[in-house]
């Protein structure tokens, strides 16, 4: 708890934190998988450019179990905590929230008083997370202004559903219980955010654990059982109010980026693939006639490939899909950067008119068929941009390649290695590669990042700016 | 035992009456109790009639909850006397600041900024109820109304306590009004950044010093 000011990492408005300083440290999710015997770990990486260390693992958390498959993990408090309703803004961003989505583990790690040491701080075990929430495969985190909610894809027991969304205290991170009052007609779960000056929630789909914790199951993607539908909720009353079906041949509607700006009433969602052409899509949702409506506004279409160069669930399609797995928004809601995990290419959009969005910047890295090399890296690369992290003042995007384990070994099946790398923003537009910046985690697998003291998908903000 | 003659001095009860304008002013300059809300929905609607129009919801909430309190001193005026009823409206206080001093950063579950007037009368009475707006002035209110009880009317006067809770909330919605609008028009949000003092802090611990004053009063009061 701080006493003379809030912490200094919570902005009222998304313009004034567009205007925090650099971060210097960043937290990657690094995946061991396939060797059961050692643990995924949060690492720590300076970012700092004048630091020695620039661009270098300075710290290394094991977990203390093996086989968690660390996944989308968030700050305990961030912006919201100024929120007027329900304001605490004394409390400290200082806990990371890292969910096992394989394990159903909750860690909560402490990054202070060295943040280059973070130190876990409590465990949620998965028969706690379970028995108290009623749901598994914890995956998103966001912090609330009454709580920490997080992101399930399955229930309780078995690889099915419904998934949904939990909530943890804010202070003692106990298991508070299922937010949904009123689920209607939502059965996949996936990411989740809200417009929270309008009090709505909206939810995305992939599928029940069933159909992904073994790899994807072609059979369900073709018959298009996996998830194409867009929730709106009431967050106040916790109720379903809205299915958007964005058509039956889309499948996985994955992550959801609404407007940073409290005032504006839009957002993007990333398709993943459409079975008519295996094109992946973006879509802008907004509001029209009092309800909420979505319209595609940006389609990448596939690459046709030689089949021998394919993996095996693509060589009859002699095709690489992008695969577009995250999207992300800077926080002046002016740029949005797509990855496309199949062809190996990280996109930069201009969306300052979100339904005109005009591409802007394109780097290559890694890719199917591409496998294009880094400016440092050591020949060709496997895996694709797949997590972005956009820094506050939007002039840096750090990026990883690893999606989950078993569906990268389904598309990059000569055992893909970890990286992360960094590009340079020029302000109205255009990106750059760092070459300074690649850092290769060989044999581990990389995901999210955070950045420290908040980045452009850890905020919510309360006051239009 | 019921004294039927008013029991105060005059300046005493001047005290009572300065203390509970002084407890609204202090009420009203809380974030958490209303005029952050306000600026909040100024800000979103662009316009700085909504700070207006969420002045009455939000005054009459709290004064709700006051009201609670005063029928609540007023009902225990039926069984005990006002000896007892000072200890008890300290002790509760005091037991009360000790949970809010280990719990500072509670708060009721409230999600929601698309509100009506009966939503900010609503919440605005959860916040001064959860927080113990009422019980911080209990004490004084019991003896702003002991002090105004008229010969016929019992030794509390339900008339005075309402008096009193009027001054309260006027004061409170002054300050309120100001502060939302000077940080509207004036100073901006970068106050909340800069100036945000741990108010849920110096809350828990007004409480304790209230409740410790109150217990001190009765004390000297069942001795005198």
């Known amino acids: 708890m701080t006493f003379l000011k809030p912490d200094q990492t919570f902005y009222p408005s998304p313009r004034m934190a567009c205007k925090a300083p650099a971060e210097r440290l960043g937290y990657v999710a690094t995946l061991n998988t396939g060797h059961s015997d050692r643990p995924d770990a949060l690492s720590v990486v300076d970012l700092d450019p004048d630091s020695p260390d620039y661009g270098r693992i300075v710290n290394t958390l094991e977990m203390p179990y093996a086989g968690d498959e660390l996944h989308h993990f968030g700050w305990n408090a961030c912006s919201s905590a100024l929120c007027p309703y329900a304001p605490h803004p004394h409390l400290e961003r200082r806990y990371l929230i890292v969910p096992g989505l394989r394990s159903s583990r909750i860690y909560v790690i402490d990054t202070k008083p060295d943040p280059r040491r973070p130190a876990i701080a409590k465990i949620i075990e998965p028969e706690e997370v379970m028995k108290r929430s ?8 966001h912090c609330g202004p009454d709580a920490i909610y997080v992101s399930a894809l399955g229930a309780d027991n078995g690889g099915g559903g419904p998934g949904g969304i939990f909530m943890l205290d804010h202070f003692n991170f106990d298991v508070l219980g299922p937010w949904e009052i009123d689920r209607g007609p939502q059965q996949l779960a996936y990411d989740f955010w809200w417009h929270i000056t309008e009090d709505t929630m909206v939810t995305s789909e992939w599928g029940f654990p069933q159909q992904f914790e073994n790899g994807l199951v072609l059979e369900d993607i073709l018959a298009g059982r996996y998830g194409h539908n867009l929730h709106f909720w009431d967050m106040r009353r916790r109720r379903h109010l809205q299915t958007i079906n964005l058509g039956d041949e889309y499948q996985f509607v994955f992550e959801l980026r609404p407007a940073h700006e409290p005032s504006k009433t839009y957002g993007f969602a990333g398709v993943v693939l459409s079975l008519k052409d295996l094109s992946s899509s973006i879509w802008t949702w907004h509001r029209e006639n009092g309800k909420w409506a979505a319209r595609k506004t940006i389609e990448i279409p596939a690459e046709p490939a030689d089949p021998d160069q394919l993996p095996p669930p693509l060589k009859d399609f002699k095709a690489v899909p992008p695969f577009v797995t995250d999207i992300d928004l800077s926080l002046d809601d002016r740029f949005l950067y797509v990855s496309c995990w199949g062809t190996g290419e990280l996109r930069q959009y201009d969306v300052s008119d979100p ?15 591409r496998r294009a090399s880094h400016p440092k890296s050591e020949g060709p690369l496997s895996g694709g941009p797949q997590m972005v992290e956009i820094s506050r003042d939007g002039r ?7 999606l989950y384990s078993t569906v990268d070994d389904q598309f990059y099946p000569e055992r893909m290695t970890g990286w992360m790398a960094k590009v340079d923003v020029a302000e109205e537009g255009g990106m750059a590669l760092d070459p300074r910046f690649f850092i290769d985690f060989g044999e581990t697998r990389t995901h999210q990042v955070r950045l420290e003291g908040g980045d452009a998908s850890t905020d919510t903000f309360c006051y239009p700016s | 035992m019921h004294p039927l003659t008013p029991s105060a001095t005059l300046p005493d009860l001047m005290g009572g009456w300065a ?23 100024g800000l979103q609607q662009k316009s700085e009639r909504a700070i207006w129009r969420s002045m009455l919801p939000i005054t009459t909430g709290h004064a709700a909850s006051i009201v609670l309190v005063a029928a609540l001193v007023l009902a225990a005026g039926n069984w005990l006397s006002i000896t007892h009823l000072r200890y008890t409206a300290a002790t509760v206080l005091l037991v009360f600041a000790v949970f809010k ?4 950063y509670r708060h009721p579950r409230w999600v929601g900024m698309r509100v009506g007037m009966k939503d900010l009368f609503l ?3 959860l916040m001064a109820a959860a927080h113990g707006a009422g019980l911080m002035v209990a004490p004084v209110l019991l003896e702003v109304g002991h002090a105004t009880a008229g010969p016929a009317a019992g030794f509390i006067s339900g008339v005075g306590m309402l008096m009193a809770i009027l001054l309260h909330t006027t004061a409170m919605l002054m300050v309120m009004l100001v502060t939302a609008l000077v940080v509207f028009r004036k100073l901006g949000l970068a106050i909340l950044r800069r100036r945000w003092v741990n108010f849920d802090m110096i809350w828990a611990v007004a409480l304790l010093v209230v409740g410790s004053t109150a217990l001190y009063h009765a004390a000297r009061m069942a001795a005198a």
């Open chain 1, 396 to 402: 840096r995007v750090y990026f990883t390649n690893s």
């Open chain 2, 19 to 41: 203390m509970m304008i002084g407890f609204g002013a202090y009420h009203g300059l809380n974030p958490g109790m209303g005029w952050l809300f306000a600026l909040a929905l």
């Open chain 2, 123 to 125: 919440w605005s009475f």
């Open chain 1, 134 to 141: 009623g749901y598994s495969r914890p995956h998103t985190i």
């Open chain 2, 101 to 104: 001093l280990f719990n500072t």
């Open chain 1, 355 to 369: 339904m005109q969005p005009r591409l802007t910047g394109k780097v290559s890295v890694g890719g199917i068929t």
